[in-house]
């Protein structure tokens, strides 16, 4: 039989951001014995990434950091002491769920009756030729290195791809004088004015806006609207990008990083989707919705109120009207963000374009095997066609080309490039391996 | 013509069939190499048998895949790479001593290693290792690789999603045989089932096919590592494992029967349990035991990360050998199954063999060893 479990709690408590730190508070108040465990090295999540190693905060003193002490402070408060750098591999067939300690070199198990998953959100990129070179970077992960390290990083910076987080890192990269080669963005806010108005509602982020755009334009960053990225090539050891604007001429700009950024969405990769064999696993903040940090923190609460519910067989609902509020804002960004053009999506992309970057499998690839008269399955894809196989497992691949097998196959049921078992990341064997070793039963 | 199932053993089945000029309709309920043939350890293997018809039925195996290999079929999907047996204590030694011993007498290839030879050979075990016996003429197949081309190459379109719900003998007496399935009942001259674990109920052959589980891990990629070895690394206790089997077939255990094999791809596949379970689920329990025994045996394993794990069912029989053949009192309607961790080695040789007693050929593999007879029939009619 199994050996014992390394760790029992009532609840388990996935990922150490707002959402996550809110719904490890709750839990613990009404009583239940809480482990809070966070994959990064400190608690924070995206949003409040603290500096690791002795760097400085890059925006000591504002209102997001008065807003992460005071939520350290609940979880202080509560007596909850967070594990850090432990990473979550899933839940295994016997129901447990699986730790990866990166500290102790060791994988924990877990017995639990209930885990919150608030993993946050997965920035979206979509592909491009020539993402797959050095140097092309995304630009929510530049922003977490940024938050970390208190530095630009080393050449210029190109930000290409759609959506407000793009100008804040093009502020973020301005206030360490360094600032950005240039933003492309496919959409114009700028010829949105009905999208603008809507916006007047909501105050604080207007504010937050404009201080972004206006560092970012007196550091004399362009921020080239309804324009897109065509290709990326190397030359002479630095990235050269060809831009089209929205009458389509090209330009072509040169950086040695390029900054891609489409979006965000709900981190579920890997994840135990839902509540099983008696075991209540929910999705709280960003990973269940991408609404950012306040509706992560209130969805958090609301979640471990739900756990606490069903744990006592209790029915429940999820009530956060915070959760309400920002899913109008994000309405109203994306209305203000939407692309001028639309440039066909993946399936105008060229067929030497790579889709999946560990294995370098194109997009003419999985064409050539969609167009086959025997209609493959999304296992066959996976299996033959080596997409979603190489170390990432389809993490970062999985969705395009889930989008791109739609837009070839309009006609069949989409079947999801499922990714149901753990490991969730790539485990080292010394950690996963038991001390004793494999014997008969 | 009709193959229901297309797992390797069908796929193989249509392909041969095709090839002799029968039209052929290949029936699958699922999608291609769905089930156990796409999540083999892909051994095509010897080694780990003993004098008897499956072993004379795996060096045939072994010998097909090589010469479709050169025809071109098989090309750049077989890799021939010998099998390394290793001993990690007397006991081990001494059943390996004995297993060799079999091998040689039926006139295997065998290098034997030991002290300063077996280190330089296989820099990568253990220094605790004391005995290795290199099985050569051996390789590694893909499944769901191998299922891919055969198919492709016998130019017939799979009817997937189709699940046959029984099966007759036509009501005008002409001998032609019936299939029932979901979207109607097709009729041919002959039918071969091919279903793997589905194949026993649907012949009314009850309890003559159990599930047995196993679960596989593969690595990243490391080239260099897994060049260091010259094939694949075999625990002996695989062969306990299988002797246990033997002796307690209904035992609800677990065993371990660990195969470290390097793949082409500078990925390590290890593998894997023996459980009488019919799911595919993967417990830390036993992929942690699995990988610790690997790393006993071969330590620089230890750094390398695990990116994935699978199971698959195999379809094992009451007496270990696979049911193959005509059954018994239907003229027309045949059976390949129970081929349990053999499928690939098995599969396409088992193909050709039933294309030949179809087209009414004597077989080149003496067959009836695995000849269907030997189970009790339920009867088929209903």
């Known amino acids: 039989m199994d050996r014992p479990a390394d760790i029992v709690c009532d609840a388990l408590v996935v990922g150490g951001g707002a959402a996550g730190v809110a719904a490890a508070v709750e839990l613990c108040r009404a009583g239940l014995n809480v482990e809070l465990v966070e994959q990064r090295p400190a608690l924070g999540g995206a949003y409040y990434r603290q500096p690791a190693g002795g760097a400085t905060a890059t925006r000591p003193g504002s209102r997001r950091a008065r807003q992460w002490s005071r939520l350290l402070d609940e979880l202080r408060g509560a007596g909850v002491t967070p594990r850090e750098c432990h990473v979550f591999l899933g839940v295994d067939t016997h129901g447990l769920a699986l730790l990866d300690d990166r500290k102790g070199g060791r994988v924990r198990t877990v017995r639990t009756r209930a885990v919150i998953v608030a993993v946050g959100a997965v920035e979206r990129v979509l592909p491009r030729p020539g993402w797959q070179l050095e140097g092309v970077v995304t630009a929510g992960g530049l922003q977490m290195l940024i938050k970390e390290s208190g530095e630009a990083p080393t050449g210029?910076?190109?930000?290409?791809?759609?959506?407000?987080?793009?100008?804040?890192?093009?502020?973020?990269?301005?206030?360490?004088?360094?600032?950005?080669?240039?933003?492309?963005?496919?959409?114009?806010?700028?010829?949105?004015?009905?999208?603008?108005?809507?916006?007047?509602?909501?105050?604080?982020?207007?504010?937050?806006?404009?201080?972004?755009?206006?560092?970012?334009?007196?550091?004399?960053?362009p921020w080239l609207r309804g324009s897109r990225l065509t290709t990326i090539t190397r030359e002479d050891g630095r990235l050269l990008a060809s831009i089209e604007d929205r009458n389509g001429a090209s330009r072509q700009i040169r950086a040695d990083i390029v900054a891609l950024h489409d979006g965000i969405r709900p981190n579920h990769f890997g994840l135990p989707?839902?509540?099983?064999?008696?075991?209540?696993?929910?999705?709280?903040?960003?990973?269940?919705?991408?609404?950012?940090?306040?509706?992560?923190?209130?969805?958090?609460?609301?979640?471990?109120?739900?756990?606490?519910?069903?744990?006592?067989?209790?029915?429940?609902?999820?009530?956060a009207p915070e959760v309400t509020r920002q899913r109008r804002v994000q309405a109203v960004l994306a209305s203000l963000f939407r692309p001028i053009r639309d440039d066909g999506g993946l399936a105008a992309l060229p067929d030497e374009t790579v889709l999946c970057r560990c294995e370098g499998r194109t997009v003419g690839q999985l064409r050539a095997m969609l167009t086959e008269p025997d209609p493959v399955g999304a296992r066959e894809i996976k299996l033959n066609g080596r997409f979603g196989m190489g170390p990432c497992q389809g993490r970062f691949c999985a969705d395009n080309v889930q989008a791109l097998v739609s837009a070839v196959r309009p006609a069949s049921q989409t079947v999801p490039l499922s990714r149901d078992r753990w490991p969730a990341r790539p485990v080292l064997i010394s950690a996963l391996a038991a001390e004793e070793e494999a014997r008969e039963e | 013509m009709v193959v229901v199932g297309a797992g390797i053993v069908g796929a193989a089945t249509c392909y041969f069939l095709s090839k002799r000029g029968f039209r052929v309709r290949l029936i699958e309920a699922?999608?291609?190499?769905?089930?156990?043939?796409?999540?083999?350890?892909?051994?095509?293997?010897?080694?780990?048998?003993?004098?008897?018809?499956?072993?004379?039925?795996?060096?045939?195996?072994?010998?097909?895949?090589?010469?479709?290999?050169?025809?071109?079929?098989?090309?750049?999907?077989?890799?021939?790479?010998?099998?390394?047996?290793?001993?990690?204590?007397?006991?081990?030694?001494?059943?390996l001593v004995e297993h060799a011993a079999a091998l040689a007498s039926e006139g295997m290839g065998l290098r034997y290693f030991e002290g300063g030879a077996l280190r330089r050979h296989l820099p990568g075990v253990a220094p605790h290792v004391r005995l290795a016996v290199e099985v050569g003429e051996e390789g590694h197949a893909i499944g769901y690789e191998i299922v891919r081309r055969l198919i492709a190459a016998s130019g017939v379109t799979v009817e997937r999603g189709v699940a046959v719900t029984g099966l007759g003998p036509k009501d005008d007496g002409s001998g032609a045989t019936a299939v029932r399935t979901a979207l109607g009942v097709v009729e041919a001259d002959h039918v071969v089932i091919a279903a793997g674990g589905g194949s026993a109920a649907l012949l009314g052959l009850p309890h003559a096919t159990q599930p047995r589980k196993g679960q596989l891990v593969v690595t990243e990629r490391s080239p260099a590592l897994a060049a260091s070895l010259p094939g694949s690394l075999m625990s002996c206790r695989y062969l306990l494992s299988k002797d246990a089997i033997r002796v307690a077939?209904?035992?609800?255990?677990?065993?371990?029967?660990?195969?470290?094999?390097?793949?082409?791809?500078?990925?390590?596949?290890?593998?894997s349990t023996r459980e009488e379970r019919d799911d595919t689920g993967n417990d830390h329990d036993a992929v942690s035991r699995l990988l610790a025994s690997a790393v006993k045996l071969m330590p620089a394993l230890a750094r390398l990360r695990v990116i994935r794990v699978f199971a698959g069912v195999r379809t094992a029989t009451r007496d270990g050998l696979p049911i193959v053949g005509r059954m018994p009192g239907f003229e027309n309607l045949l059976v390949a199954t129970g081929f349990e961790g053999d499928g690939i080695c098995l599969g396409p040789l088992i193909g050709r063999e039933i294309a030949r007693m179809v087209a009414g050929e004597t077989t080149e593999l003496d067959l009836t060893p695995f000849a269907p007879g030997r189970f009790e029939l339920r009867s088929l009619v209903a």
């Open chain 1, 156 to 221: 210029s910076v190109l930000i290409v791809g759609n959506g407000p987080l793009t100008v804040a890192l093009a502020a973020d990269l301005a206030r360490l004088g360094r600032p950005a080669v240039a933003v492309i963005e496919a959409g114009d806010p700028m010829t949105r004015p009905s999208a603008a108005l809507r916006m007047a509602a909501f105050p604080g982020l207007v504010a937050e806006a404009a201080a972004d755009l206006t560092r970012m334009h007196a550091a004399g960053t």
């Open chain 1, 273 to 319: 989707p839902t509540t099983r064999d008696g075991l209540v696993v929910l999705h709280a903040g960003d990973c269940r919705e991408a609404l950012g940090v306040s509706s992560a923190e209130a969805d958090g609460r609301a979640a471990a109120r739900e756990a606490v519910a069903l744990l006592s067989g209790a029915a429940a609902q999820r009530h």
């Open chain 2, 30 to 95: 699922a999608a291609p190499a769905a089930a156990a043939s796409g999540a083999a350890d892909g051994a095509v293997s010897v080694a780990s048998k003993r004098p008897g018809p499956m072993m004379t039925a795996a060096l045939a195996g072994i010998a097909l895949y090589r010469q479709l290999e050169q025809d071109g079929l098989f090309a750049g999907l077989f890799k021939s790479r010998p099998t390394v047996m290793v001993a990690e204590n007397e006991k081990e030694a001494e059943r």
């Open chain 2, 249 to 271: 077939s209904a035992e609800t255990g677990r065993r371990f029967g660990l195969v470290i094999d390097p793949l082409r791809t500078g990925q390590f596949l290890i593998g």
